[in-house]
């Protein structure tokens, strides 16, 4: 599952979603439900952290309730049919019965692009943002890639000033209030794939993508993207 669902399951509808759970992440927001699930009563076993390096105040936070955290390492299989029992660091097998997983963060561009709005690649984030605004369309804050709800707001009133500018309207720039930003820190590490049992993983749990279907989509000559500029015009890139 994925470790942002599990905090919805909690904070929501005061579900827990396991009593035995192991979280395995790419970045920092994966500490969030690793530390809401355990103040909740679950046992969180461990956090399996694929980044050399973890922030201290996640280490410590984890510390004080009894989870381990494993710098550099990944889990590349689980055990179990009817459901998960076990998921495997190494030669080592942890018992669980719940995965959450965390890969970090995409902005939804869907409606973005259905808008013939262009994409680029940033290496940064290490995902497709919006390349720029269109004359009738603004994206902010999520959407256009800006972490935080500092950050989120400050993008929200530039993307309307931009909107009222296009009709024709000013408008002064409203103060924002103070706040402080939810500790997802960097944007993590980027792992497209973990050693684990064949081509069986799955890339994308929404659709239930495996590398697998991957294989065959390049296989079948899907390698470059399709771009459409802003007036509508095919181009590839």
Not at 38 to 67: K, Q
Not at 98 to 119: C, D, H, K, M
Not at 124 to 138: E, H, N, Y
Not at 215 to 235: C, I, N, Y
Request: charged share 20%; aromatic share 6%; proline share 4%.
């Amino acid at each position: 599952m994925l470790a942002g669902s599990a905090r919805t399951y909690l904070n929501r509808f005061g579900v827990l979603a396991g009593r035995e759970v192991v979280v395995f992440t790419t970045n920092d927001s994966a500490y969030l439900a690793a530390t809401e699930l355990a103040d909740a009563g679950a046992r969180v076993r461990a956090v399996i952290d694929a980044r050399s390096e973890v922030p201290a105040h996640w280490r410590d936070a984890c510390a004080a309730r009894g989870t381990e955290v494993r710098a550099g390492r990944v889990v590349s299989g689980t055990s179990g049919a009817e459901r998960i029992t076990g998921v495997w660091v190494g030669d080592e097998e942890i018992g669980c019965d719940l995965l959450l997983v965390s890969g970090g963060w995409n902005p939804a561009v869907a409606l973005f692009s259905q808008a013939r709005g262009p994409l680029r690649y940033d290496s940064a984030q290490s995902t497709f943002v919006p390349a720029g605004a269109l004359d009738t369309v603004r994206t902010a804050g999520a959407a256009s890639g800006v972490a935080g709800l500092a950050g989120a707001l400050s993008d929200g009133v530039d993307a309307a000033l931009g909107a009222l500018s296009a009709l024709g309207r000013t408008a002064s720039r409203v103060a924002l209030p103070a706040v402080g930003d939810e500790p997802v820190g960097a944007p993590g590490a980027v792992l497209w794939r973990v050693p684990g049992d064949g081509d069986s993983q799955f890339v994308d749990l929404q659709r239930d993508g495996t590398v697998t279907d991957v294989l065959r989509a390049t296989g079948a000559g899907l390698t470059d993207p399709v771009v459409f500029d802003k007036e509508g015009s095919r181009r590839d890139g």
